[in-house]
């Protein structure tokens, strides 16, 4: 009698459930790397690899730099899926981005601030780091990477030290998914802005800890969170605001203000910029409830609200200044405080740290309500789950600061 003939069927499962069962998903520790403020242009850089300073950019969608001569470009060709990812956005200033591809892929880095933007292969990296157990770096670790290489002429208004744009967006070639692919850990990540001196990003999730030790411990287990979402045709990230408070109190906005442009995070801007509509009676509302008319001194621009700093309180979560609160759908609220909402412009000067939009109509849907900047997310930890599509937000406790990472090398 014949035997029957083994379905390939099990052999084939039981290969892929050896696969993973050898690789787990996520048995990696996760990656940190610094992140630095620019002082200069108030900007965030990330140290990708030993002297490869690049610009931290939550909407961009490539890694890309200036490359040594003596990088090979590799061969992508047009239907790769490293090459469908390149291409998946295109900036709106970028008009070379919509040729068709031709034998070879191209991408299109995007200098985020000048809008400048280029052709450029594609190449093989490594990105050197360092694990970390969420107190201290571990091991160095070598990350494989694919990266855009651009030309030095685009790197314009940029950090002087820095070579190149590290996109953090949700897309396949910024480092969240790179590192997620070529380091086995989860598709999400930590940032913590440092207002001064080095701040940490850390790709595949918490915990993270920071000086002084305190009973806070691990300050992962502190976050709040929201719905993390995404429109066609951006990269950018976007949180769902139902309203905007100020010391509790919702600001009146007219009807869908922040639901048709949307709400979204960005650290390539300084500070927030809210659109003419939102911008109006959130300013006039932050005014009336500090009621410190005796306090006021000429605007310094950008600003408009600008106090005499002597004159004001302060706490010990900056200027005593009425809290700030984006209330969320889910119904948390993410607050800012003294210390996120109000700027020392000069040594006698505090102002109001948000901005009004320029060049955008008032209620234009096609224009952001808001833009959530650096100085505004600085010294509180986001986590950035791309895989459950949530934000997790939480503000540092006042007797610590983004830059308290303790950068000594663990002994084991
Ligand atoms: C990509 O295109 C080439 C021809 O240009 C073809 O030979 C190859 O099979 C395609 N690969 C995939 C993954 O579709
Ligand atoms: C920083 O980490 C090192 C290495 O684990 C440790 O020896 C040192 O005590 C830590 N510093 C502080 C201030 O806790």
Redesign the pocket.
Known sequence: MKMPRPSPAPLLLSAISLLVLAWPASCAHPVLIPVAKDPATSLYTILVRDGANHLVDLAGPLLWSTCAADHSPAAF????TECRHATAYRAPSCRIAGQPCKKKCKAYPYNPITGQCAAADLIHTRLIASTTDGKNPLQQVSVRAVAACATGNILASLPADVTGVAGLSASGLALPALIAANHRVARKFLLCLPRRGEGVAIFGGGPLFLLPQSDVGDLTTTLAFTALRSRKDNPLYYIPVNSIAVNKAPVPLPAHALAGGGVVLCSRVAFTALRPDVYRPFVDAFDRALARNDAKVPAVAPFELCYRSSMLGNTRNGYAVPDIALVLEGGKSWTFVGSNSMVDVNGQTACFAFVEMKGVKSGDPSAAAAVIGGFQMENHLLQFDLESKQLGFAKVPFFSACSNFNFTKSQH
């Open positions: 060709s047009c239907n790769a």
